[in-house]
């Protein structure tokens, strides 16, 4: 059987179910008590592959991929014509527009794109100050909004990490978005991951978690998240690290995030993993430009479909996939011009989203599903293992005064659009109560 091209693979692991991980540790469930989303708002994010500082990664990675795959169709792709950078002005115009309509997620930064250069050593063809600026670009103007993840170490070629350079063989078992990392134990993809980590500490770039190149991962799936814990609590100290490995395109499989590897939750020292999964394929121009995107399969022009539609619809976080080489689209900026109409759809429709950061969605699943509940009478005590802003409750509705949190009574707004933190509203025979919730012990009365 001819090997799969990188787009065929990516279209069957969206297709794929996902493999089933080690969910851990579960507290107890307390009746009459349930989690809502943030403020009783649908979460919605846009997670940005591809991306790195002022290298076009497509330029660089197309003929590494045609030289490790040769006979399948990298040598038709008009690389050559490519411009080489994706320019820091259109970091900065992506960015104001993003900022202007509220739209958070989760960023790319290769660290060692295409083998063309180190972000902390140097890149090749641009001058060192170049680099620094489009470095603190990311860093002042990206980060308040948007998660940095490595994409592994190159996005192509495989690098051994006692020497820092490329292994010598150049076929598909030695290219990270394919078949290196399958049956790869923790301690080989942890050390690996953290190599990538490393690269972006050096130049000071925050970050809780990764994304995976290609198939990278799906042959050691357990392996993958448990490397992912370990990395970026070693590196950064990530209290609850997060990774993009998984997209459901299509169908009624739930898209929420999973936590995984739950363990300590009694303790000083909690840990977990969460999977942070993609609802959509990219449609907005693919990584390789090859095609102009499909706009209205994410939300039709009457507002009515559409696969945003059918997540948000059912209250379940909508995450966008896209590529920033097909945002960029060689200048084109086809994929941004997809994303401005996509977005402008959504808040014509919607008005109860909430844009968050990936690791913003990963705090609040991980309190969602690892938050312990008690009643006590009147009380309701509560032992988190993580604090989380905006943590939303669903409560049966008592005779007694409004409610207090922490000792202080919450302010009663008129309907769940208005909650906030601090906040409480009545619907129905239940109460909703919105708080910024402290790891440890609280009490909501």
């Given at each position: 059987m001819a090997p799969l091209t990188r787009r065929q693979l990516l279209r069957s692991l969206a297709a794929a179910p996902l493999a089933a991980q080690v969910p851990g540790e579960r507290p107890g469930r307390e009746p009459g008590v349930e989690v809502l989303n943030p403020r009783d708002r649908v979460p919605v994010s846009l997670i940005i592959d591809d991306s790195t500082c002022l290298v076009n990664l497509n330029k660089f990675s197309i003929p590494q991929f045609a030289l490790a795959r040769p006979g399948l169709n990298y040598d038709t792709l008009p690389w050559r014509s490519m411009p080489r950078e994706i320019?820091?002005?259109?970091?900065?115009?992506?960015?104001?527009?993003?900022?202007?309509?509220?739209?958070?997620?989760?960023?790319?930064?290769?660290?060692?794109?295409?083998?063309?250069?180190?972000?902390d050593r140097t890149l090749p063809g641009w001058p060192r100050k170049q680099v620094d600026e489009s470095i603190r670009l990311v860093r002042e103007r990206v980060t308040p909004a948007w998660d940095i993840h490595p994409e592994m170490i190159t996005h192509t070629w495989v690098i051994d990490l006692k020497t820092g350079h490329p292994y010598a063989e150049r076929n598909e078992r030695f290219v990270e978005n394919w078949r290196w990392s399958d049956n790869r134990s923790v301690d080989e993809l942890a050390a690996y991951l953290s190599y990538a980590l490393r690269i972006l500490h050096n130049v000071d770039l925050p970050c809780e978690g990764v994304t995976t190149p290609g198939g990278f991962g799906t042959g050691a799936l357990p392996q993958l998240s448990q490397a992912t814990l370990e990395a970026c609590r070693d590196v950064y100290q990530a209290e609850i690290p997060h990774y993009f490995r998984h997209l459901i395109r299509e169908g009624d499989q739930s898209?929420?995030?999973?936590?995984?590897?739950?363990s300590g939750?009694?303790?000083?020292?909690?840990?977990?993993?969460?999977?942070?999964?993609?609802?959509?394929?990219?449609?907005?121009?693919?990584?390789?430009?090859?095609?102009?995107?499909?706009?209205?399969?994410?939300?039709?022009?009457d507002l009515s479909s559409g696969r945003m539609v059918e997540v948000i619809d059912r209250g379940e976080p909508a995450v966008m996939v896209c590529h920033w080489?097909?945002?960029?689209?060689?200048?084109?900026?086809?994929?941004?011009?997809?994303?401005?109409?996509?977005?402008?759809?959504?808040?014509?429709?919607?008005?109860?989203?909430?844009?968050?950061?990936?690791?913003?969605?990963?705090?609040?699943?991980?309190?969602?599903?690892?938050?312990?509940f008690r009643r006590e009478g009147a009380e309701l005590r509560i032992e988190a293992p993580f604090a989380c802003p905006d943590f939303t409750l669903r409560l049966s509705r008592g005779k007694s005064a409004p409610p207090r949190f922490a000792g202080m009574p919450l302010r009663e707004v008129g309907s769940a659009r208005a909650l906030k933190a601090g906040t409480w509203a009545v619907q129905g025979e239940s109460i909703l109560a919105c708080v910024d919730m402290p790891k440890g012990a609280s009490i909501l009365s």
């Amino acid at each position: 059987m001819a090997p799969l091209t990188r787009r065929q693979l990516l279209r069957s692991l969206a297709a794929a179910p996902l493999a089933a991980q080690v969910p851990g540790e579960r507290p107890g469930r307390e009746p009459g008590v349930e989690v809502l989303n943030p403020r009783d708002r649908v979460p919605v994010s846009l997670i940005i592959d591809d991306s790195t500082c002022l290298v076009n990664l497509n330029k660089f990675s197309i003929p590494q991929f045609a030289l490790a795959r040769p006979g399948l169709n990298y040598d038709t792709l008009p690389w050559r014509s490519m411009p080489r950078e994706i320019p820091d002005d259109f970091v900065r115009r992506f960015v104001d527009w993003a900022g202007e309509n509220g739209v958070r997620g989760k960023y790319s930064i290769v660290p060692f794109p295409a083998c063309v250069g180190r972000l902390d050593r140097t890149l090749p063809g641009w001058p060192r100050k170049q680099v620094d600026e489009s470095i603190r670009l990311v860093r002042e103007r990206v980060t308040p909004a948007w998660d940095i993840h490595p994409e592994m170490i190159t996005h192509t070629w495989v690098i051994d990490l006692k020497t820092g350079h490329p292994y010598a063989e150049r076929n598909e078992r030695f290219v990270e978005n394919w078949r290196w990392s399958d049956n790869r134990s923790v301690d080989e993809l942890a050390a690996y991951l953290s190599y990538a980590l490393r690269i972006l500490h050096n130049v000071d770039l925050p970050c809780e978690g990764v994304t995976t190149p290609g198939g990278f991962g799906t042959g050691a799936l357990p392996q993958l998240s448990q490397a992912t814990l370990e990395a970026c609590r070693d590196v950064y100290q990530a209290e609850i690290p997060h990774y993009f490995r998984h997209l459901i395109r299509e169908g009624d499989q739930s898209v929420e995030p999973r936590v995984e590897y739950a363990s300590g939750l009694g303790g000083d020292d909690p840990k977990c993993c969460v999977s942070i999964i993609g609802c959509t394929a990219d449609w907005s121009g693919g990584w390789d430009c090859s095609n102009r995107g499909d706009l209205d399969r994410f939300i039709t022009p009457d507002l009515s479909s559409g696969r945003m539609v059918e997540v948000i619809d059912r209250g379940e976080p909508a995450v966008m996939v896209c590529h920033w080489t097909g945002i960029y689209f060689n200048g084109e900026e086809v994929g941004l011009k997809i994303y401005q109409e996509v977005v402008r759809r959504l808040h014509a429709k919607y008005d109860n989203l909430i844009w968050m950061k990936n690791s913003e969605l990963a705090r609040y699943w991980a309190a969602r599903e690892l938050t312990k509940f008690r009643r006590e009478g009147a009380e309701l005590r509560i032992e988190a293992p993580f604090a989380c802003p905006d943590f939303t409750l669903r409560l049966s509705r008592g005779k007694s005064a409004p409610p207090r949190f922490a000792g202080m009574p919450l302010r009663e707004v008129g309907s769940a659009r208005a909650l906030k933190a601090g906040t409480w509203a009545v619907q129905g025979e239940s109460i909703l109560a919105c708080v910024d919730m402290p790891k440890g012990a609280s009490i909501l009365s």
